[in-house]
């Protein structure tokens, strides 16, 4: 029992006394009761000594010495290390400015300074080398898409009526083109290439086709022509299927409305025919008081778009009446004839309308209120509108003095190509089903067919749904009376 508390004694002298605190002897030392850190009394610095009385703890696991060579590693870094660190800075710059992101932001703290001229150019380097292919360059690609700008094909269109207020081409929903060549309409397949005569007008009169229209879903055509008639065609039996009279002057613009055919004429009329009724002339809308240019019902057939050589566009509504002389909106920022009119096909209280040489503007109006939305000036003659509703944009036909056509993108009115080749005006343009190719015919005796509008991304219609859309309007057909 002595021998190990003397030996307990003598290990607590020997620390004692490696750290210099005690000069006492070992039988008066006493161990603390409470806090192991807080000495006894009998263990108190003398004045004499030369020793300190502080506790000293053992900081040897806490990493002091790494902790301090980390602090003062800046002070004693070589030349080596320093370009190293520069190197490093850069690359980390580079990574910041390729990822979009801010360098200040990329990191909680922040004891570099700013890059000095020879750094900067080194970082910018790097950059002009690692950026290619980032997300700046992508988003240009997706805001322009290449058009081709020369024409698929060429086709001859011999003694085409050199007249801007006819409508003379139109194409089907069964994909066939219809071609109006003074006395004599063509029809050429588009699907199978072929071409062939429909009918020919006689030879020693002067009379001569005004207008050509197919109903919306079908293979009935609607021909009018300066006899004041429009005669109702059954393309693949080749045969009339019924005449409809009821102008007295020539019929230069028709448009269809499900089952009803709306007629313009050259003394500013306006007819609606149900082909289904024996008693066919269902309504009129007078109130232009020159020609009739163009007509074009909305999508969902509520409403009609009339613009005439008086220098005026109208809206009108689908209440079919015989003494109608009110339209809804009246048109009449036009200085010249209003030939080009269309609807856009996804917003459809939207219908636009181009005007003639002296006026050569095309407007966007908003039919609920008659206001106008945005308006361009085109410089040229305008003939006809039309819309791609898979790219949100239109492209437009022009007379003096580049006869070229021009694709617009909507809404902000900005041109996104020029497509030129013809050596006259354009007379007229029409679009195929699949909203592919338009077809321009000019007064250079040439139609032309331009890839414009192809997409990849394009809604395709099924061959079941296409089945039954013929056999529904051949169904249609034999409704005419």
């Not at 009129?284 to 999508?299: A, D, I, R, T, Y």
């Not at 089903?433 to 067919?449: C, K, N, Q, Y």
């Not at 414009?452 to 079941?464: G, L, M």
Request: net charge positive.
């Amino acid at each position: 029992m002595d021998k190990i508390s003397k030996s307990r004694i003598g290990s607590s002298q020997n620390d004692l006394r490696t750290l210099g605190t005690l000069n006492t002897k070992p039988n008066k030392l006493k161990t603390p009761n409470k806090t192991p850190l807080k000495l006894p009394s009998s263990c108190k610095k003398t004045t004499n000594s030369k020793t300190n009385d502080r506790y000293i703890p053992n900081r040897t696991d806490n990493g002091i010495e790494l902790s301090y060579h980390l602090m003062s590693r800046e002070n004693i870094e070589n030349e080596h290390q320093k370009d190293n660190k520069r190197i490093d800075t850069a690359k980390r710059k580079l990574l910041c400015e390729i990822s979009q992101l801010n360098e200040k932001e990329s990191k909680i703290l922040n004891f570099n300074s700013k890059l000095n001229d020879s750094e900067q150019s080194f970082a910018e380097n790097l950059k002009l080398l690692y950026s290619a292919g980032s997300s700046s360059n992508s988003v240009k690609k997706s805001t322009y898409r290449h058009v081709i700008n020369a024409p698929e094909k060429i086709l001859d269109a011999p003694d085409i009526k050199d007249d801007f207020y006819l409508n003379l081409i139109d194409w089907s929903s069964n994909n066939c083109l219809a071609v109006a060549l003074n006395k004599d309409l063509y029809i050429w397949n588009a699907t199978t290439k072929e071409i062939s005569q429909l009918f020919s007008m006689d030879e020693n009169t002067p009379d001569y086709i005004t207008s050509v229209s197919w109903i919306q879903k079908g293979n009935v055509l609607a021909i009018a022509n300066s006899k004041h008639m429009t005669q109702l065609w059954d393309v693949n039996k080749n045969c009339v299927i019924r005449t409809l009279k009821s102008h007295s002057s020539r019929v230069a613009s028709l448009s269809w409305n499900s089952h009803v055919l709306t007629s313009g004429s050259r003394n500013g009329e306006i007819h609606h025919h149900d082909v289904r009724l024996a008693k066919h002339h269902i309504g009129n809308s007078k109130f232009h008081n020159q020609e009739v240019c163009g007509l074009k019902w909305s999508p969902e057939g509520r409403y009609l778009v009339s613009g005439a050589n008086d220098n005026l566009a109208c809206i009108w509504d689908n209440n079919y009446s015989l003494d109608c002389t009110t339209p809804l909106h009246v048109l009449r920022e036009h200085t010249a004839a209003v030939k080009a009119v269309s609807w856009c096909p996804w917003q459809t209280n939207i219908v636009s309308t181009g005007g003639g040489t002296a006026d050569g503007k095309i407007y966007m109006w908003n039919v609920y209120n008659g206001n106008v939305i945005q308006s361009v000036d085109t410089k040229s003659q305008v003939s006809s509108i039309l819309w791609s509703k898979y790219h949100k944009e239109f492209i437009s036909s022009h007379g003096y003095e580049n006869n070229q056509l021009i694709i617009w993108k909507y809404s902000d009115m900005s041109k996104v190509v020029e497509l030129t080749g013809h050596t006259n005006r354009v007379l007229k343009m029409a679009i195929s089903p699949d909203e592919d190719t338009v077809a321009s015919i000019g007064a250079d005796e040439t139609l032309r067919l331009w890839k414009c509008f192809a997409s990849d991304e394009r809604k395709k219609r099924t061959k079941d749904s296409s089945l039954c859309d013929s056999k529904s309007q051949s169904s249609f057909s034999r409704c005419i009376r």
